[in-house]
Every structure is written in C-alpha cells, then in structure tokens.
T-cell receptor
C-alpha cells in the first residue's frame, strides 16, 4: 500500500539553528499539506500545495518558515531560526485532489532546546 | 474559521460502546471526517460524512446532522487497541480544520 514518507522522524536542534523536513507524497497525489501538531491539540495547517503552487499559507509564520515543492512531487519545510515554541510534531499529508481524503505520513517530532 | 468542539477525554470498558460528539460552526461546509491517532503516530482515516445520516464501517459508525452542526463517532465492542485520540475534522471550502481531539482510554 502506498504511503507518505517523511524524514527525519525525530530532530533535536538548538534554538536559532536552521532545520529542514522532507516529505514524499503518495505517487500521483497533486495536493500536499504540511501541518503542525502541538501535544494535546489537533493538527494545524501550515501550507497547502496544488502541484508546485502554494494555494494556502495563511497560517505559515513566513518570517521564519518556508516551504517549497519545486517539481510538484516531494516537498521541504524549513525553519530558520528555530525557536523553543516550534517544538511540535510536523505532519505531511497528501490527497488526490484538494478536499479529498488525506493520507498522513509518520511525522517529524521536533524538539528545540 | 471553524469552531470545532469535542470532549477532551473519555474512558470506557473493554467490550462497551463509546460515543464521541463533535459540534462545529462553519460556513461553506462540505464534509466531516473522523481520524484516529495513536500516541506519537500520524492520524489515520476512519470515516467521512457529507450527507445527513449514519455511515457504518464495521465496529465504527459516524453520524452527521448538518442543520445542527453535529456529528458523532460510535465505537462498538471496544478493544484495548482502540485507546487513542479521535479527531473530528471539518471540511469547508475544501480546507480541512481539526478539532483538538478526544482521548479515549479503554480499560480491561
């Protein structure tokens, strides 16, 4: 069964450092999502791509976060500089079309010290 | 945005039934999803409702009333492996917003 791949699974970094996460969606899925999930809360959408274009980044803290999906396949989310409050699970999901069922990757657990 | 409310925690006994309620306020509603999330893992899809009524899938059923802004997830014949967080997610204008989740603990 096809799955969404993410790496790394765990990342510990010091504040003010740069960190990057990678996501490879299910083959053929045009829509890709990055979510942040703080412990005890539901996932919060950071950015949504349709192919290589950003369609929603209203909740992305653009002063420190950036995301790209250059060829419309895999995607990278970057944080620079990391802050203590960025400690969370970062989830990537994909769907065949915007609004259809989303499939989640295993997530990257980020700890900022 | 969407206001999505669900209870924080529920506890039930193995073999019992538990009902998790979700209420929402939104414009442009076009579907409601339920996801299961075990601790430290990614959410996995359980069910989807877009029309009023009950959708049944094995031990899990989900109900939707669009006029009341209300849904519930029914878990029957509870098993220990059902201990997890259950997330209600509302789709509006093809964007998904999640509730905070209900942590269900199944006791022997």
């Amino acid at each position: 069964e096809a799955e969404v791949a993410q790496s790394p699974r765990y990342k510990i970094t010091e504040k003010s450092q740069a960190v990057a996460f990678w996501c490879d969606p299910i083959s053929g899925h045009a829509t890709l999502y990055w979510y942040r999930q703080i412990l005890g809360q539901g996932p919060e959408l950071l950015v949504q791509f349709q192919d290589e274009s950003v369609v929603d980044d209203s909740q992305l803290p653009k002063d420190r976060f950036s995301a790209e999906r250059l060829k419309g396949v895999d995607s990278t989310l970057k944080i620079q500089p990391a802050e203590l409050g960025d400690s969370a699970m970062y989830l990537c999901a994909s769907s065949s079309a915007a609004g259809s069922e989303q499939y989640f990757g295993p997530g990257t657990r980020l700890t900022v010290t | 945005g969407q206001n999505i409310d669900q209870p924080t925690e529920m506890t039930a006994t193995e073999g019992a039934i538990v009902q998790i309620n979700c209420t929402y306020q939104t414009s442009g509603f076009n579907g409601l999803f339920w996801y299961q999330q075990h601790a430290g893992e990614a959410p996995t899809f359980l069910s989807y409702n877009v029309l009023d009524g009950l959708e049944e899938k094995g031990r899990f059923s989900s109900f939707l009333s669009r006029s009341k802004g209300y849904s519930y997830l029914l878990l029957k014949e509870l098993q220990m492996k059902d201990s997890a967080s259950y997330l209600c997610a509302v789709r509006a204008d093809y964007k998904l917003s999640f509730g905070a989740g209900t942590t269900v603990t199944v006791r022997a």
